[in-house]
């Protein structure tokens, strides 16, 4: 899929500038992509910030995010808290810039051997792009200890969009970068 913008298309762009210079879809951050995406699947969507509908969604959004945030410090890292917002077609970055399906996400979480015993999540901004489609911008903040015991404190920034199918809210794309270290 093509964006066009002002009579090119993206496409169009990379082929004139290849000229002078390498650039492919490959130098594109995960979380820009997948932002430009989530867009791209409502195309003339306005952002519906003001309308009650709006507001419900951006609280319920905010309540899935924490509750997937919190449940980072569950024994299975938040797999069976998380499966049932993941869409069966859902695809994502992990913060290692790996591509991942919904399986691979929940086999990924029951795996980890971290333990995570604090994950907030510090900000979060619900952009709602229609009355079944929105994106929330965040991030959060895990503390714990890792295989080794040595503690870690990691922060990370990500983006999730949401659709609503059926009546229910599921997350459709997913992607995740770490941000340095804190001390």
């Given at each position: 899929m093509w964006l066009?913008?002002?009579?090119?298309?993206?496409?169009?762009?990379?082929?004139f500038n290849s000229t002078r210079r390498k650039l492919t879809m490959k130098?594109?951050?995960p979380l820009l992509a997948l932002t430009v995406v989530a867009l791209a699947v409502a195309?003339?969507?306005?952002?519906?910030?003001?309308?009650a509908d709006a507001e419900g969604v951006k609280t319920k959004l905010k309540q899935m995010e924490d509750s997937w945030g919190k449940a980072f410090t569950d024994k299975d890292h938040g797999a069976a808290a998380?499966?049932?917002?993941?869409?069966?077609?859902?695809?994502?970055?992990n913060s290692k810039g790996q591509k991942r399906d919904k399986?691979?996400?929940?086999?990924?979480?029951?795996k980890e051997t971290d333990v995570v015993t604090v994950s907030t999540?510090?900000?979060?901004?619900?952009h709602v792009y229609g009355p079944s489609l929105a994106t929330v911008?965040?991030?959060?903040?895990?503390?714990?200890?890792?295989?080794?015991?040595?503690?870690?404190?990691?922060?990370f920034c990500w983006v999730d969009t949401w659709m609503e199918r059926n009546g229910k809210w599921e997350c459709i794309a997913e992607a995740v970068t770490l941000l340095r270290e804190k001390k």
């Open positions: 066009a913008l002002k009579g090119h298309t993206v496409r169009d762009e990379l082929l130098s594109f951050s195309p003339g969507a306005r952002a519906q910030t003001g309308s998380v499966e049932p917002m993941l869409a069966a077609d859902f695809a994502g970055f399986s691979q996400l929940l086999d990924e979480m029951k999540n510090d900000s979060m901004d619900v911008v965040g991030t959060s903040t895990e503390k714990g200890k890792d295989k080794d015991g040595k503690a870690f404190n990691r922060s």
